[in-house]
């Protein structure tokens, strides 16, 4: 398994943007699918986007395709999630996964998860 840490998150303003960041340590880094989820209160944890381990493949949450950018470095064991117009319903606490698998959005098939970083987006 590989460990996963976020940093990045923090309150800003609707319009504003964030970046995320997920270092991971363990495993070979560069062999996972890695991918953006997010639970905000009272609701499901939920897909946000994903990254092939080439980082050649990206895919989105509808909610977010336009707004949000996942990117990785392979060299430093780290991905991304740019996020751009935020909204307040972008708020949530946002969680980093790795999965053995290819192009996977399914909660069930990510095996590696952070802790979580919160983003907080005021109106």
């Known amino acids: 398994q590989v460990q996963l840490v976020e940093s990045g998150g923090g309150l800003v303003q609707a319009g504003g943007s964030l970046r995320l960041s997920c270092a991971a340590s363990g495993r070979v880094f560069s062999s996972y699918t890695m991918g953006w989820f997010r639970q905000a209160p009272g609701k499901e944890r939920e897909f946000v986007a994903g990254i092939s381990w080439s980082g050649g493949s990206t895919y989105y949450a509808d909610s977010v395709k336009g707004r949000f950018t996942i990117s990785r470095d392979n060299a430093k064991n780290t991905v991304y999630l740019q996020m751009n117009s935020l909204k307040p319903e972008d708020t949530a606490v946002y969680y980093c996964?790795?999965?053995?698998?290819?192009?996977?959005?399914?909660?069930?098939?990510?095996?590696?998860w952070g802790q979580g970083t919160q983003v907080t987006v005021s109106s």
């Open positions: 996964a790795a999965s053995r698998h290819a192009v996977v959005r399914l909660q069930a098939d990510f095996g590696s």
